[in-house]
């Protein structure tokens, strides 16, 4: 008897399994540290533990232990310790020391994203404290005098919008920098605070001061800018190096020490032009490193710079490339280091400054450590975290399709197909949120769980996606010419007899959703849609979404201008681009999975289109997702991240069922 045992297509239920990674950090020995997420079903939790891979180790060794949830890895400049944020869950964060050789641990302090001082001798780190002014005087002093009283939620006074980001809601407390010595009953020590949050510090090489991203210094009503920041380690003094930018961190130092590497945008506006900058250390300003590609880069983590300076590398989704690029300041120019059909997440370079490693996911693999050469080349698989289960699996064909939409524009994307079967398949398309992101060459457990159900998935990205230079980003408008390019995509798919034009369905998150929604109330060619996180009125959610009163101004218009005649116009641009005002033409059943702690994207969207159906008698569902933010799939709990997929292709089983 021979052969092994017949493989299957994925199920949902197998994501309980997967593992993707989260960080990758070098020590000056070669040995990488590594974090891994996955879910525990037992727990119905998520958790994440840091791994080790010595030079020339054949198997990682894991650094945590139990069901510590470790992340943020950060190596010690003599390579002896890490420093871990720890903790029972993501919520509850503590910095740590670990002891590499015996795994011993100390926490220092409850907080996150640390970084070590050049010397080792002490860490700096991000640690919340009360937002003054929440609180109302009188409640206060109510409970002072009944300190027995049963106490319930504290009111909240707000005054901005500034304490309302999703995720987490309303927010209590303001991020600030703190220092503490790296040595045992070293006390903390406050750096810098107040009505802001500073966040990822990054050392300068000198240890003289800390470069630090924070909202300080912009509108006081809403959180529209994040710009970089230095402050002095002894003095305190703070110092602002840019204004009117949104920058992501985490930040790099040159060696030099006289710019400062990160990713970002010219305020968090649509389109969003992310951007590689270096910025000068002196305040002279900031450098588009990555204009000559005009291109557009999802930030997952920090650039690295070259050990002798000389040029800054990060991460970019091209197309239907992931790619390294390689930026010198000397020269100002910009190149491809290395194309592969995967999508990279953190990299970091190895001693020899020649080759790197980096967090890689796969249209079939979720989640691989890879190395590589700057010189070019191919990728080599140094870890694979889902071996063992995928080995079970016949996964899904995925092929890029392009195609030229109708005003002869260029479109492409991805189609996952079923690995067994016949064309023509039912077809869902699958809307990324946005407008401006951007499927690439990733593993998408939806789609391979679909196909498993018979299935085709097409991932398309129109016209607004980011990838394709700064027009293509620019040029969504919501409905239009955006929505067309989709139905361009399918109907090339049905002329060729690969899915059928009668059982096709329309999904999508955020932009996705707003998109699903908007489909078939513009269109009876989808049997079914699932809108996830949605938008489906336009001026509601300017006024309620946490980005809403600047991110699509641009777009739009300000709904609310001081000339009355402009007001009106904006308006009706806002209403006339809403799904809701063309509820009473949607016939497609239509399923709602909604967040009940969304704030980019409220809740409300999803009650107002599921009020406006139900009242006509169509045929509407809502699930609601306690304790999830607009990410459903990473924030909602493990088992109900599961089911919101399990629903989905049951909804399409339901009204465009595969033969």
């Known amino acids: 008897m021979g052969g092994g045992c017949p493989k299957r297509p994925l199920r949902v239920d197998d994501h309980w399994r997967i593992r993707a990674l989260a960080a990758v950090q070098t020590a000056r020995d070669g040995t990488i540290a590594y974090a891994v997420r996955s879910v525990a079903p037992e727990r119905n939790e998520r958790e994440s533990r840091v791994w080790l891979l010595p030079p020339g180790a054949r198997e990682p060794r894991c650094l945590s232990l ?31 020391l670990v002891d590499v050789r015996t795994g011993v641990r100390r926490t220092l302090a409850a907080g996150r994203s640390a970084a070590w001082a050049p010397g080792g001798a002490a860490v700096c780190y991000v640690a919340g404290e009360p937002v003054p002014g929440l609180e109302v005087a009188a409640e206060t002093a109510w409970y002072a005098r009944f300190p027995a009283a049963r106490r319930g939620q504290p009111l909240r006074r707000l005054t901005t919008r500034r304490e309302r980001l999703d995720p987490g809601g309303y927010r209590d407390r303001r991020a600030g920098l703190w220092l503490c010595g790296a040595h045992a009953g070293d006390e ?50 703070v110092r602002r190096l840019t204004a009117g930018f949104w920058f992501f961190g985490p930040l790099a130092w040159s060696p030099d020490g006289r710019s400062i590497a990160a990713l970002g945008t010219r305020g968090l506006r649509a389109p969003l032009a992310i951007r590689l900058w270096v910025v000068a250390a002196d305040g002279g300003g900031a450098l588009a490193a990555s204009d000559s590609f005009g291109a557009h880069i999802w930030p997952a983590g920090a650039p690295v710079w070259s050990f002798a300076g000389d040029r800054v590398l990060t991460a970019a989704a091209f197309g239907a490339h992931g790619q390294l690029i390689a930026y010198a300041p000397e020269t100002r120019d910009t190149r491809v280091v290395l194309r592969a059909e995967a999508v990279f997440g953190q990299l970091a370079l190895m001693p020899d400054g020649t080759s790197f490693v980096a967090a890689a996911t796969t249209p079939h693999n979720p989640g691989l450590l890879v190395g590589g050469s700057l ?11 889902n071996a063992a289960w995928l080995a079970e699996i016949e996964a899904a064909p995925v092929r890029r399709v392009a195609f030229a939409a109708r005003d002869g524009r260029a479109i492409d994307g991805w189609l996952v ?9 039912p077809c869902i398309t699958d809307v990324h949120y946005g407008p401006n992101a951007a499927w690439g060459p990733a593993f998408s457990l939806p789609a391979q769980a679909a196909a498993g159900r018979g299935f085709a998935t097409l991932l398309l990205n129109p016209r607004g996606s980011t990838g394709y230079g700064d027009a293509f980003a620019g040029a969504a408008d919501f409905g239009g010419s955006d929505f067309t390019d989709l139905l361009d995509g399918i109907d090339m798919l049905v002329a060729q007899n690969v899915i059928d034009g009668e ?19 513009h269109s009876r060619r989808f049997r079914a849609a699932v809108s996830i996180n949605g938008i489906v009125n336009w001026l509601s959610w300017y006024l309620i979404s946490d980005t809403g009163l600047f991110f699509f101004e641009n777009a739009f218009g300000d709904p609310f201008p001081s000339h009355p005649a402009g007001g009106k116009s904006t308006l009706a641009r806002f209403w006339r681009h809403s799904p809701l005002a063309h509820a009473a033409d949607i016939e497609t059943p239509l399923l709602l999975l909604q967040s009940e702690n969304d704030y980019r994207c409220p809740i409300d969207q999803g009650e107002q289109i599921f009020g406006a159906l139900v009242a006509r008698g169509k045929t509407v569902e809502m699930l609601r997702f306690p304790g999830a933010a607009h990410d459903l799939m990473g924030t909602a709990a493990p088992l109900h991240a599961g089911l919101a997929v399990e629903e989905t292709i049951a909804w399409f089983e339901r009204f465009m069922p595969a033969r």
């Open 66 to 96: 139990g069901d510590a949830f470790d992340g943020e890895p950060r190596w010690s400049p003599d390579g002896s310790q890490l420093c871990v944020t720890g903790g029972a869950d993501a919520a509850r964060q503590r910095v740590e």
């Open 188 to 237: 903390p020590l406050r750096l810098t605070g107040g009505e802001c949050d500073d966040v990822d510090p990054a050392w300068s090489p000198d240890g003289e001061v800390i470069a630090f991203v924070s909202d300080r210094g912009g509108d006081p009503r809403v959180s529209a800018e994040r710009n970089l920041w230095i402050v002095d380690v002894a003095t305190g003094d």
């Open 375 to 385: 010189a070019g080349g191919e990728l080599e698989p140094l870890v694979d975290l």
């Open 417 to 425: 197909t079923p690995a067994t079967g016949h064309a023509p398949f």
């Open 503 to 521: 059982r096709l369905g329309i999904t999508g998150l955020s932009y996705g959703g707003f998109m699903a929604t908007w489909a078939i109330a």
